[in-house]
């Protein structure tokens, strides 16, 4: 018996390939899709879990209980030692850490002048009772005292050393300033996996201080609990911040709140800047499902344009006496083919697809369908259950039509058209689905290309950025060794640049206000900075060595002196504190000579800072660089670069990038987001347009007699076309009734989330749903057309 | 072994009501062969709708074999049907993705006949019909007296009671047909009762009675 399903179900489908292939096509493609995606997101929540210890790990997390409306009042750390004095107060406690991730700069090979920049966690003993570590070699427990330990990763080890015996081997770091410091290797470990917060490519160990010993001093710093199994996490939360508010003797800690983050939740946490890692998981969850959303409406419907070739099939065996029981089996067999296909195309695709894929998400997913069973197994099980309840619905309708002897003699299913109103409804809702991601695909590229274009106030272009230096008292004789060249238009040195550095944060009272404080920011470069960053001036004059007041001078000590000094201010601070050029401000306590453009020095996602001002400096001990290159010169400028820079700082490792880059590597994240909308939009469109085609070919089998005898009756091509397709452009016109309004929704709730912002871009929506119209007209005209040159006398001959 | 009496069975739209059939009376014992004659649109194909329990009446009686079956719903026909009529029809309703073993097999798998028994049965019907040598051809490879046998033979496994053939010669030649005809004629004439609309003079002279038709009524029998 079942033999003789899968006999049929197999000859039924092989029969009709248009069929077949189609569907398999559509499921192809859909599942593929949703196994990328279910691997993105599944890699995302997989973050931390492994550690045999995840369920008891928790990061101290404060916030500030007097809130500052104009700094950030959350922090991901804790008062400094706090865990340690938590530890002897509270039996819950069964290890604490702290954990500071840095670069550390190292002199691999002295001769060879060899260094490496590796990232590092710098920690206490404690963290490798919080965390399961596999060593390789060595012992990462055993500490020398006369250096810093280090532990290596693996990766590390074979970049670096490999081949070599490195457990008991000393290497000097590169520091910023001072003398290098010792790392005695003391272990080999392997690599952390990648989908951890605390993955890193070796592991310093400093010495345990006690609490005694340290006070915070204001200070935070990143704090691990391990805590026992049985600790009810928001009673212990509540018990720590009691301690910490009537027993702590460290007055700065008490202006925090404490609180307690598991390790599993913080790569998905909110930041302290109020972003959510979680909205473009999300994204990519709706993407997903609606993607297996759209496969089972086309799915549903290609089985019901289907049905027309198979009523003579499902009336012969009604009639031969087959139940709803032999019906529905059949044609869930039908379905477990056809899906079955499609997942062993799906699978292939996914393992030949897959290293591209992780080179493009930008790390290896632990968790793919390749790699764990239980993943394949649950994944088969459900898509083979979808194929079971998609088939469901028209074996249903089938049964439940009536059968007769009809005028042809063939056995026919009546009111066949009934299930034409449903495939109708799933027509549209596939349509708007496609509509709707078509136009926020559309209008992401179209905010994109605005922050991309959009005028900085400086200019990124043309413009390299040397990371940061040690000029070692370098900077005036590197600048010049750099301004030989005609390649190289302008230096300009800074302990601040869009990309890198500090600033200097005050709050003053609002002129307007007294009561508001608003925060003002202090940034510094040489008299060369604004020039080369390309910030116009647009009143007054620029800083210059000639006047003494204009730059701040460094004293004996190599500390700035305080002294009152002249400053540039940017237009809006002009306005905001009605500052008069050579005139002191006692708000700010400088006086303003000149006057910029104002300019957008961070992510065109948030708003300018509201108050901007420059103060030059002479003398340098660190910093950065911009280099204004000439166009067209940009390979020989980096190499005049590279040079110069093994010419006077050859110990250090220093980054150089272009700033265009750099300002286009900050949406990357929105970047990312516009190309997976844009491979959804067009499977979305695939999808449904492969469903619209199935429903057209239904529509003209139906309808062939008709064609026949109205050309026949001297009807043309182009009248038989526009007679039928009418109802696909009535169904796609409801569709982009539909889609626009939720377009515009999702799309403002998008743009909200950028302080510079496209006003949503209405015509676009008529542009991409006509768009979607006309090429879904194409398809199905080009099927119709092929219907009207049919000779009738073929369609009429039963007649 | 057919007993209908007044029946009535009207097909109705929004705007108008057509009768279909009309008060209509007739009786068909076992073992009969009766043919159903009359012009287009007089009700044949309807009437055999209703014997077959395909479809169901307004109005009237429709006694089988004794028991009334006028209200039965659909799972209960189907289950009398399945195990008591065989339909013959014009253009044969061969399913194409089966062979001729497997169509001829379809309706002992839906009376749940274990495997064993149904090889033995569809082997026995199909030489009685002269097809078994093309067994394991599928419907487009044949002919289309081969094709109406293999129906023939499809609406006999089951051993039923009644055959009702809708036009069975109307799609053949006249040698075909006539082979169509004695096989009925001998299944007939084993006890089967048959009943046949047809259009053919020469096809209706097979049965031992006509039943002629208009307007939805019987309005003379031979």
């Known amino acids: 018996m079942i033999k003789n399903y899968f006999k049929t179900a197999y000859r039924t489908l092989t029969l009709h390939k248009t069929y077949s292939i189609t569907n398999i096509v559509g499921l192809t493609v859909g599942l593929l899709a949703f196994m990328l995606i279910s691997t993105i997101v599944i890699d995302h929540y997989s973050y931390d879990r492994h550690w045999k210890n995840s369920n008891q790990l928790y990061r101290i997390t404060s916030e500030k209980k007097v809130h500052d409306q104009n700094f950030s009042n959350k922090f991901e750390s804790a008062p400094k030692g706090i865990s340690a004095k938590l530890k002897t107060h509270f039996s819950e406690i069964i290890h604490y850490s702290s954990v500071e991730s840095r670069p550390l700069t190292l002199q691999i090979n002295k001769q060879k002048k060899q260094i490496a920049e590796i990232k590092i966690l710098e920690t206490d003993s404690n963290f490798f009772h919080l965390i399961d570590i596999q060593t390789i070699a060595g012992n990462p427990k055993q500490t020398v005292a006369h250096a810093k330990n280090i532990t290596i990763t693996e990766s590390v080890y074979q970049k670096y050393f490999k081949g070599e015996v490195v457990v008991g081997k000393v290497i000097d770091n590169i520091p910023f300033d001072g003398k290098p410091e010792p790392y005695y290797i003391n272990a080999v470990i392997k690599d952390f996996p990648h989908n951890t917060y605390l993955h890193t490519e070796a592991i310093v160990v400093m010495p345990i201080k006690t609490g005694m010993e340290i006070e915070s001093n204001g200070g935070l710093q990143m704090q691990f609990l391990l805590l026992k199994p049985t600790t009810n996490i928001a009673s212990f939360t509540g018990k720590i911040n009691q301690w910490n508010e009537k027993h702590n003797l460290d007055n700065d800690s008490k202006e925090y709140n404490l609180e307690l983050q598991s390790i599993k939740d913080i790569h998905l946490s909110i930041t302290p800047r109020g972003e959510n890692p979680k909205k473009p998981i999300y994204i990519l969850i709706a993407i997903g499902i609606l993607i297996i959303v759209l496969v089972s409406f086309n799915y549903i419907n290609l089985s019901f344009a289907h049905a027309l070739k198979r009523t003579q099939q499902i009336g012969i065996r009604k009639v031969l006496g087959a139940s709803q029981k032999h019906l529905i089996i059949q044609m869930s067999v039908e379905s477990m083919l056809l899906f079955g296909s499609a997942f062993v195309m799906a699978f292939l695709c996914y393992a030949i697809i897959l290293p591209a894929f992780e080179k493009y998400v930008g790390n290896p997913l632990t968790m793919t369908y390749i790699q764990s069973a239980v993943m394949s197994i649950v994944l088969l099980f459900c898509w083979i259950l979808l194929g079971l309840l998609c088939s469901l619905i028209p074996s249903l309708s089938f049964f439940n039509t009536k059968i007769s002897l009809g005028l042809k003699k063939q056995l026919s299913l009546l009111r066949l058209p009934l299930n034409m109103g449903f495939t109708k409804i799933l027509i549209v809702i596939q349509f708007t689905i496609a509509i709707v991601v078509a136009i926020c695909m559309m209008t992401m590229h179209a905010q994109l290309q605005h922050i991309y274009t959009k005028d900085l106030g400086y200019q990124p272009k043309n413009l390299l950025l040397i990371d940061y230096v040690f000029y070692n008292g370098n900077h005036e004789s590197f600048k010049q060794e750099l301004l030989k060249y005609p390649a190289i238009e302008s230096v300009g040195n800074a302990m601040w640049t869009p990309f890198s550095g500090s600033v200097d944060f005050h709050t003053v009272d609002d002129p307007s206000n007294s009561k508001t404080p608003i925060p003002v920011i202090f940034f510094y470069g040489d008299y060369d900075y604004l020039k080369t960053m390309g910030i116009k001036l647009i009143a007054g004059r620029e800083m210059s060595k000639s006047y003494a007041s204009d730059a701040l001078q460094l004293d004996s000590l190599g500390n700035y002196k305080p002294t009152p000094s002249n400053m540039l201010v940017s237009a809006s601070t002009a306005k905001r504190f009605d500052l008069k050029l050579n005139e002191t401000n006692e708000l700010l306590k400088k006086t303003p000579v000149g006057i910029f453009e104002d300019f957008n020095g961070a992510s065109l996602k948030f708003p300018q800072s509201p108050a901007i001002c420059f103060i030059a400096i002479d003398n340098w001990q660190q910093g950065s660089v911009v280099i204004r290159v000439k166009e067209g010169k940009h390979q020989e400028a980096r190499e005049i670069v590279q040079t110069a820079l093994k010419q006077f700082f050859p110990d250090q490792i220093v980054r150089v990038n272009w700033m265009d880059e750099l300002v286009y590597n900050q949406y990357k994240e929105e970047e990312k987001q516009f190309q997976q909308l844009a491979f959804f939009t067009m499977v979305s469109i695939l999808i449904s347009l492969l469903g619209i085609l199935g429903i057209a070919i239904y529509t003209i089998e139906r309808r062939i007699k008709e064609i026949g005898i109205r050309k026949v009756l001297g009807a043309t091509a182009a009248s038989i076309i526009y007679l039928i397709s009418r109802t696909f452009i009535i169904l796609i016109l409801i569709a982009m009734i539909i889609a626009f309004p939720i377009a515009w929704w999702l799309m403002r709730h998008w743009l909200n989330e950028f302080a510079y912002r496209i006003d949503i871009p209405i015509l676009l929506f008529g542009i991409t749903g006509l768009f979607i119209l006309i090429g879904t007209m194409i398809l199905v005209g080009f099927r119709i057309y092929r219907a009207t040159t049919i000779n009738p006398v073929s369609s009429l001959r039963d007649e | ?222």
């Open chain 2, 1 to 222: 072994m057919i007993k209908i009496t007044n029946l009535q069975k009207y097909y109705r739209t929004e705007e108008i009501e057509t009768i279909a059939l009309n008060d209509l009376t007739m009786h068909v014992k076992s073992g009969e062969f009766v043919a159903v004659m009359g012009p287009s649109g007089c009700g044949k194909s309807t009437l055999l709708n209703i014997i077959g329990l395909l479809d169901d009446l307004d109005n009237g009686s429709y006694l089988f074999n004794g028991t009334e079956v006028a209200k039965y719903k659909e799972r209960k026909r189907a289950d009398l049907r399945k195990n008591n009529i065989g339909f013959v029809f014009q253009s044969f309703n061969l399913i194409d993705e089966l062979s001729v073993f497997e169509n001829v097999e379809l309706p002992l798998i839906y009376t749940n006949v274990p495997a064993k028994e149904r090889k033995q049965r569809v082997e026995a019907v199909l030489e009685k019909v002269q097809i078994m040598h093309r067994r394991n051809h599928f419907p487009q490879q044949l002919s289309g007296g081969q094709q109406q046998r293999v129906a023939v033979a499809r609406a006999v496994v089951n051993n039923p009671k009644l055959i009702l053939a809708d036009e069975p010669t109307g799609n053949l030649d006249s040698n075909n047909g006539n082979e169509v005809m004695e096989l009925l004629t001998e299944l007939n004439e084993a006890g089967t009762t048959i009943v046949m609309v047809t259009h053919s003079e020469h096809d209706a002279k097979f049965a031992d009675r006509i039943i002629r038709m208009l307007d939805g009524q019987v309005i003379m029998e031979e």
